[in-house]
């Protein structure tokens, strides 16, 4: 949006009158407002939603702001139906396999700044707000947890009062608002449908809680929800070395006492009690490459599959719960030691005045640190899956349970993603890249049975 249209916007006053007195954009005298303005608003977002991208969507947000703004059936009846098509667009959204995550971490990629972002959150909140309890299951803790990170809450009074109150929390004109309001319903509306995740299974066996392990499995997690943090604050490379096999073989000793609790409690045979689950992870820029193949070495090591949007900036892991969940919290801790890890090595590099391309090398120390951490993290799994199927009363029964389960993530995958094709990396061509992101990975700590320190970079 160019400065200008933001000042010409500031020159209306507060009934939306344009400079030369006239009212702006119309509707027939008479009838119901909320009609109207449901009508007048569907014209604009026809307008704005199929303008090209570039100058051409920007000259339409911008004249669409400004009837917006100077609407005949008033500034409150354009505000419920602002709030009605924001709630009809994200409705499109999850019907079209979109999460309450998926879309802000889209459109604060793609939005020309944050504000855009903050706007699909109230939308989102608005919403949730408006969905009856009996349209159908309750959201699942994911989405609530989603809903929770994100804040999305309704903090206006009242539909009809919304744009007011966001004009005033901004302390932006009424032209500004109503561009920012479309460049969001334009965002929305051009989303392409996506893959819908299988709904995670509910609660089962004999203990309750999430999971055939119940109350057990969620104290087990919970120990390294709490704990995993601890491994971006050490300063010891010696201590971390140690640590980290040890940590991903804790992680796969839960996998297998879960995978054996479900076979339990499930059907006859080598069948999982329940199928696999999915769940997206935001892969964001820069260096989305190593990001997305650090995800899936963490993947691979718990039996679950990635699968990378590159263009829509997230992967998505399949796997049985407790595997996904373990894949996430050590995807972020080692995420969180590897940029660290990353930017400390180019400044001592840069430093001692040696020239590089940095992009390169970041790039190529994040690769090399995947790399390295998909072979250290297999090492720990089978050594874990050797050391349970030596202690199980019935060492013959651990394999084909867990092969059957890695069958299942397989199938899985393949329905959900039939048309998979393997990632061509770029920009891999700095061997000091290479070399400390290899280091950095041997001695990535990723020990659970810490609490978190002071001082975490």
């Known amino acids: 949006m160019s400065e200008h249209a933001r000042n010409d916007g500031g020159k209306r006053d507060r009934q939306g009158r344009g400079r030369d007195g006239g009212t702006g954009a119309g509707a027939r005298p008479g009838g119901d407002p909320a009609r109207q ?14 303008a090209a991208d570039g100058p051409a969507a920007e000259d339409a947000v911008e004249a669409g702001a400004s009837m917006l ?3 005949a059936p008033g500034w409150e009846a354009m505000s419920a139906a602002v709030v009605t098509a924001a709630v009809d667009a994200v409705r499109r959204c999850w019907a079209g396999g979109w999460q309450p995550a998926d879309l802000e971490r889209i459109v604060r990629r793609d939005a020309p700044d944050a504000a855009t972002a903050a706007l699909v959150v109230d939308a989102v909140a608005a919403e949730e707000a408006r969905r009856p309890s009996s349209s159908g299951p309750a959201r699942d803790p994911r989405w609530r947890a989603q809903l929770d990170r994100l804040d999305a809450r309704v903090w206006w009074a009242a539909d009809p009062a919304y744009l007011d109150a966001l004009t005033a929390r901004r302390r932006a004109t009424r032209f500004e608002t ?46 390294i929800r709490g704990l995993l943090a601890k491994a971006e604050a050490t300063t010891f490379a010696e201590e971390a070395e140690a640590l980290s096999a040890k940590a991903q073989e804790l992680m796969a000793r839960h996998s297998i006492d ?36 650090l995800l899936d070495a963490v993947a691979a090591a718990n ?46 590099h840069h430093a001692r005045g040696r020239s590089r391309r940095t ?10 640190y995947a790399d390295r951490i998909r072979t250290r993290l297999s090492a720990a799994t089978a050594a874990a899956t050797a050391a349970a199927s030596a202690e199980a009363a019935a060492p013959d029964r651990l394999l084909p349970v867990l092969a059957a389960r890695e069958l299942a993530v397989e199938e899985t995958t393949g329905t959900l993603f039939p048309d998979t094709a393997p990632v061509r990396l770029r920009g891999i061509r700095d061997a000091a890249g290479w070399d400390q992101g290899t280091a950095a990975a041997d001695h990535a700590h990723l020990d659970p049975t810490r609490r978190p320190g002071l001082g975490q970079e």
Not at 39 to 45: A, F, M, Q, S, V
Not at 184 to 211: D, K, Y
Not at 264 to 275: E, F, S
């Open 359 to 368: 992009r390169d090398f970041r790039q190529t120390f994040l690769v090399a």
């Open 258 to 293: 879960e995978a054996l609790l479900a076979h339990a409690h499930g059907p006859g045979g080598n069948q999982p009690a329940d199928g696999p689950s999915a769940i997206r992870i935001g892969i964001e820029g820069p260096y989305e490459q190593g990001k997305a193949l």
């Open 178 to 223: 109503a561009c920012d309001v479309l460049t969001a319903l334009r965002l929305l509306a051009r989303l392409p449908r996506i893959t819908p995740l299988p709904a995670p299974p509910g609660p089962s066996g004999p203990s309750g809680g999430s999971g055939p392990g119940g109350a057990p499995a969620s104290r087990a997690l919970g120990r």
């Open 69 to 71: 703004a100077a609407a």
């Open 303 to 348: 039996r679950c599959q990635a699968v990378w949007a590159a263009e829509l900036g997230f992967s998505t892991a399949v796997g049985f719960p407790p595997d996904l969940e373990a894949t996430e919290l050590l995807y972020t801790s080692l995420l969180l030691q590897a940029t660290a890890a990353m930017h400390r090595a180019a400044d001592e």
């Open 37 to 50: 303005a449901a009508d007048l608003l569907g014209t604009i977002l026809g307008s704005v939603r199929y």
